[in-house]
Antibody
Framework: EVQLLQSGGGLVQPGGSLRLSCAIS????????TSWVRQAPGKGLEWVSG????????YYADSVQGRFTISRDNSKKTVSLQMDSLRAEDTAVYYC???????WGQGTLVTVSS | IQLTQSPSSLSASVGDRVTVTCRAS??????LAWYQQKPGKAPRLLIT???SLQTGVPSRFSGSGAGTDFTLIITSLQPEDFATYFC?????????FGGGTKVEIK
C-alpha cells in the first residue's frame, strides 16, 4: 500500500526543538519530491518546506527559513523536518505529502507552549 | 504568489451547483490544484493542472482556468461533498494555498 507514516511531534516549550519524520512505503522514495504542510488550529493550509527527490534542492517558507531544516534519506525511505527555535505560532498539525500531492501522511500535532 | 479564494464560506443544498473561485496575484499558467478537506483528515487531491480530475474523483467535480483566474465547480452537490476546499499554486516556490472555502449544509 502506498502510504506516508508520520512520527514525532508533541508538546515543546518556546525556543525548543522537535524533529518530525515521514516514513515512505509502497513506492520508491527517490522518485518523488516531498513537502511539509501545516495547519494551525481552525486555520487554513500553509506550505512549510519542500525537498527534491534527490535531496539536492530544498525550499522553505519565509516563516520558517533559518529555523527549520528538511532532509531525506532515500536508503531509509524517510523525509525529516528538524524544527528549531520553535514559536507559539508554529503550533499546528503538520502533514508530509509527496509530489504530485496525491499521497499525504496522517498528520501530527506540534504544540509550542510553556 | 498570493491566492485569494472566494467565497470563504457558502451554504448550499444537496443537488445544488457550487462554484468556488481562486485568483492568483500573478500568472501561474495552469499550475493549480484543488483539494477537499474534512475535519480531522488530511487534504484529498481533487484536480491537478487546473482541470485534470484525479483518478477516483467523481465527475461532478470540475476545474477550469489559466493564468490568474481559476474555478472549481461541483455540479449536483452530494452529502459527502460538505467540506472545505483549498486551491494551491505549484508554479513557483514558495508554494502557497488559498484561504479555503467551507461548503456547509443549508
Amino acid at each position: 500500500e502506498v502510504q506516508l507514516l508520520q512520527s514525532g511531534g508533541g508538546l515543546v516549550q518556546p525556543g525548543g526543538s522537535l524533529r518530525l519524520s515521514c516514513a515512505i512505503s509502497g513506492f520508491t522514495s527517490a522518485n518523488y519530491a516531498t513537502s511539509w504542510v501545516r495547519q494551525a488550529p481552525g486555520k487554513g493550509l500553509e506550505w512549510v518546506s519542500g525537498i527534491s527527490s534527490s535531496g539536492d534542492d530544498k525550499y522553505y517558507a519565509d516563516s520558517v527559513q533559518g529555523r527549520f531544516t528538511i532532509s531525506r534519506d532515500n536508503s531509509k525511505k524517510t523525509v525529516s523536518l528538524q524544527m528549531d527555535s520553535l514559536r507559539a505560532e508554529d503550533t499546528a498539525v503538520y502533514y508530509c505529502a509527496r509530489a504530485p500531492w496525491d499521497v499525504w501522511g496522517q498528520g501530527t500535532l506540534v504544540t509550542v507552549s510553556s | 504568489i498570493q491566492l485569494t479564494q472566494s467565497p470563504s464560506s457558502l451554504s448550499a443544498s444537496v443537488g445544488d451547483r457550487v462554484t468556488v473561485t481562486c485568483r492568483a496575484s500573478q500568472a501561474i499558467s495552469n499550475s493549480l490544484a484543488w483539494y477537499q478537506q474534512k475535519p480531522g483528515k488530511a487534504p484529498r487531491l481533487l484536480i491537478t493542472a487546473a482541470s485534470s480530475l484525479q483518478t477516483g474523483v467523481p465527475s461532478r467535480f470540475s476545474g477550469s482556468g489559466a493564468g490568474t483566474d481559476f474555478t472549481l465547480i461541483i455540479t449536483s452537490l452530494q452529502p459527502e461533498d460538505f467540506a472545505t476546499y483549498f486551491c494551491q499554486q505549484l508554479h513557483d516556490y514558495p508554494l502557497s494555498f488559498g484561504g479555503g472555502t467551507k461548503v456547509e449544509i443549508k
